[in-house]
């Protein structure tokens, strides 16, 4: 006889759906950073071996999460924080889907984290150096999108 | 104005290897609320020369009394960035009263490092020409660089500095950011430097590699050339610059990025020379100069290197095969040092960056 498995609490899906879409979004994120910084070195005549590479992102993921007086794992922690319940909010009085909604916050908060943290810097520098071309950025809101995807599909799913 | 503020000080902190005896200071204060003093002259004559970034330049001739130099261009000052810069007199200064500047010139989203050179004399720069100026043009403010020393066959080196978002400029032939250039006294590019353009023309890069060089210095006796920067976070260097030769910024450092990511995997790749010496954590250097026939014998070659975020002067003997002795002076002032610089006299004349002070360090009477 099958057995009917029992949804999760709301509170522990919340809490998971979190962690994955930090997950997601923090090492998508870095990694991308990593590889758009290690490109344009290699257009400057720097040459990087496969395993050089894997040591750069990990040792890029785990200062970007961890490290650093300006930890960006930090400002999206915080920054989810914000922008996933103010999305639950706007879901509840647009009717809009939550594949739609939360990608959408996940991107809103990495902008806003990208603007805070230039404001919040040196005049006029980029505080990720892969950000400072177009794809770079977009590459940071492209991870936020995953980030809210990920939270969509577990925290906001109907039990 | 306020008097002098004296203090025989015995401010030696020791640091990495120093052996020195503590040396006899004396410190004097020779102005006070400067505005963002970045580089620091003193003439024949007991007269000193101060630039403001924000575009001055003031003449002390008497302790506390700072008058302004007419004639000096206008210069793009924003958000406490760029602005005046550095001087260097000619080493026929005595003939031909030839000083140059170094500033930033243009707007915010497309400036240059300049250099203009004029006739000082009676309290005014007069004839002045532009003579010089970076290319390409950049969109920051940060990092110009803009130091200047001239060689012994009377060309002029400038650093430039990578603009902060352009480091890999650093390693572009055909850009001048992230290098140290090198003219004639009147501007023009000497037929021996070490790169030519497409058209076979000589260009101004006298070495690669560069990210915020905020010191150069030429050894009057051993002509050897030293050139320090900033890293990021870590990284800081002090080179002896060679003609044509790469210093490796961003290609190898041992700084990373204030994110804390990699600016790249290597301290050292190929083609590119190691640092003498690297500060990491950064201590931010910021001018140099060297004692030669100073004040203090014992000290005779050492070099002195300003420190903005290590709020000292850092002696620093280099000695073949070994790690360089170094000693921290006047730590206990807690203070910025923007610049640095041996008067005529032997004193050591030192820039306080925020507190605007012009210290002149003697021997104890």
Same mark, same amino acid.
């Given at each position: 006889?099958?057995?009917?498995?029992?949804?999760?609490?709301?509170?522990?899906?919340?809490?998971?759906?979190?962690?994955?879409?930090?997950?997601?979004?923090?090492?998508?994120?870095?990694?991308?950073?990593?590889?758009?910084?290690?490109?344009?070195?290699?257009?400057?005549?720097?040459?990087?071996?496969?395993?050089?590479?894997?040591?750069?992102?990990?040792?890029?993921?785990?200062?970007?999460?961890?490290?650093?007086?300006?930890?960006?794992?930090?400002?999206?922690?915080?920054?989810?924080?914000?922008?996933?319940?103010?999305?639950?909010?706007?879901?509840?009085?647009?009717?809009?889907?939550?594949?739609?909604?939360?990608?959408?916050?996940?991107?809103?908060?990495?902008?806003?984290?990208?603007?805070?943290?230039?404001?919040?810097?040196?005049?006029?520098?980029?505080?990720?150096?892969?950000?400072?071309?177009?794809?770079?950025?977009?590459?940071?809101?492209?991870?936020?999108?995953?980030?809210?995807?990920?939270?969509?599909?577990?925290?906001?799913?109907?039990? | 104005?306020?008097?002098?503020?004296?203090?025989?000080?015995?401010?030696?902190?020791?640091?990495?290897?120093?052996?020195?005896?503590?040396?006899?200071?004396?410190?004097?204060?020779?102005?006070?609320?400067?505005?963002?003093?970045?580089?620091?002259?003193?003439?024949?004559?007991?007269?000193?020369?101060?630039?403001?970034? =924000?575009?001055?330049?003031?003449?002390?001739? $008497?302790? +506390? *009394?700072?008058? !302004? #130099?007419?004639?000096?261009?206008?210069?793009?000052?924003?958000?406490?960035?760029?602005?005046?810069?550095?001087?260097?007199?000619?080493?026929?200064?005595?003939?031909?009263?030839?000083?140059?500047?170094?500033?930033?010139?243009?707007?915010?989203?497309?400036?240059?490092?300049?250099?203009?050179?004029?006739?000082?004399?009676?309290?005014?720069?007069?004839?002045?020409?532009?003579?010089?100026?970076?290319?390409?043009?950049?969109?920051?403010?940060?990092?110009?660089?803009?130091?200047?020393a001239f060689m012994k066959d009377e060309t002029l080196l400038m650093t430039v500095g990578d603009g902060y978002q352009y480091r890999e400029a650093a390693q572009d032939p055909n850009s001048?950011?992230?290098?140290?250039?090198?003219?004639?006294?009147?501007?023009?590019? =000497?037929?021996?430097?070490?790169?030519?353009? $497409?058209? +076979? *023309?000589?260009? !101004? #890069?006298?070495?690669?590699?560069?990210?915020?060089?905020?010191?150069?210095?030429?050894?009057?006796?051993?002509?050897?050339?030293?050139?320090?920067?900033?890293?990021?976070?870590?990284?800081?260097?002090?080179?002896?610059?060679?003609?044509?030769?790469?210093?490796?910024?961003?290609?190898?450092t041992h700084g990373v990025s204030y994110s804390g990511a990699y600016i790249s995997p290597y301290h050292v790749y190929p083609g590119t020379e190691r640092p003498l010496v690297h500060w990491?954590?950064?201590?931010?250097?910021?001018?140099?100069?060297?004692?030669?026939?100073?004040?203090?014998?014992?000290?005779?070659?050492?070099?002195?290197?300003?420190?903005?975020?290590?709020?000292?002067?850092?002696?620093?003997?280099?000695?073949?095969?070994?790690?360089?002795?170094?000693?921290?002076?006047?730590?206990?002032?807690?203070?910025?040092?923007?610049?640095?610089?041996f008067g005529l006299d032997g004193a050591l004349y030192v820039l306080h960056d925020e507190t605007g002070k012009l210290l002149r360090i003697s021997r104890r009477p």
């Amino acid at each position: 006889m099958r057995q009917e498995r029992k949804p999760a609490p709301s509170g522990v899906r919340i809490a998971l759906g979190f962690i994955a879409a930090f997950g997601v979004t923090g090492v998508l994120a870095s990694t991308t950073q990593s590889l758009l910084v290690l490109a344009a070195l290699e257009r400057a005549g720097a040459a990087f071996p496969f395993t050089v590479r894997l040591q750069v992102i990990a040792h890029d993921i785990v200062a970007h999460l961890y490290g650093g007086n300006l930890s960006y794992g930090l400002y999206i922690l915080f920054g989810f924080a914000i922008a996933f319940p103010v999305a639950a909010l706007l879901r509840r009085w647009l009717g809009v889907s939550r594949l739609v909604i939360y990608p959408l916050a996940g991107a809103a908060c990495l902008a806003a984290i990208l603007c805070v943290i230039s404001l919040n810097f040196f005049y006029n520098m980029t505080f990720l150096e892969g950000t400072r071309g177009v794809s770079g950025y977009l590459s940071q809101l492209l991870s936020g999108i995953c980030g809210g995807a990920a939270f969509a599909l577990i925290a906001a799913r109907r039990a | 104005m306020r008097a002098i503020l004296q203090c025989t000080a015995c401010l030696l902190v020791a640091a990495s290897g120093a052996v020195s005896a503590v040396a006899p200071l004396h410190v004097e204060t020779l102005a006070e609320g400067l505005d963002k003093p970045f580089a620091v002259m003193p003439l024949p004559g007991g007269e000193v020369l101060v630039t403001e970034k =924000p575009g001055r330049l003031v003449s002390i001739r $008497e302790r +506390g *009394r700072a008058a !302004a #130099v007419a004639g000096i261009p206008r210069v793009l000052w924003e958000g406490e960035y760029a602005g005046l810069q550095d001087m260097a007199l000619h080493p026929r200064f005595s003939e031909n009263r030839f000083l140059y500047i170094s500033y930033v010139h243009g707007h915010r989203d497309a400036n240059a490092v300049r250099i203009a050179r004029g006739r000082y004399e009676a309290g005014r720069l007069s004839d002045v020409e532009v003579i010089f100026t970076v290319s390409p043009t950049k969109a920051t403010l940060n990092h110009p660089g803009a130091r200047l020393a001239f060689m012994k066959d009377e060309t002029l080196l400038m650093t430039v500095g990578d603009g902060y978002q352009y480091r890999e400029a650093a390693q572009d032939p055909n850009s001048m950011l992230g290098k140290v250039v090198r003219i004639t006294d009147d501007g023009r590019l =000497p037929a021996d430097n070490p790169l030519e353009d $497409e058209s +076979g *023309r000589p260009t !101004a #890069v006298w070495t690669l590699g560069h990210r915020h060089p905020q010191g150069l210095l030429r050894d009057p006796v051993t002509n050897r050339v030293y050139v320090h920067e900033h890293g990021a976070k870590g990284g800081d260097e002090l080179n002896v610059i060679e003609r044509g030769k790469n210093y490796g910024w961003p290609l190898a450092t041992h700084g990373v990025s204030y994110s804390g990511a990699y600016i790249s995997p290597y301290h050292v790749y190929p083609g590119t020379e190691r640092p003498l010496v690297h500060w990491t954590p950064s201590l931010a250097p910021c001018g140099i100069t060297q004692c030669r026939s100073c004040q203090w014998p014992e000290w005779e070659g050492d070099l002195f290197i300003g420190m903005l975020g290590g709020k000292q002067v850092r002696r620093i003997r280099l000695r073949d095969g070994t790690a360089p002795e170094q000693e921290a002076l006047l730590a206990d002032m807690g203070a910025r040092v923007r610049d640095v610089r041996f008067g005529l006299d032997g004193a050591l004349y030192v820039l306080h960056d925020e507190t605007g002070k012009l210290l002149r360090i003697s021997r104890r009477p």
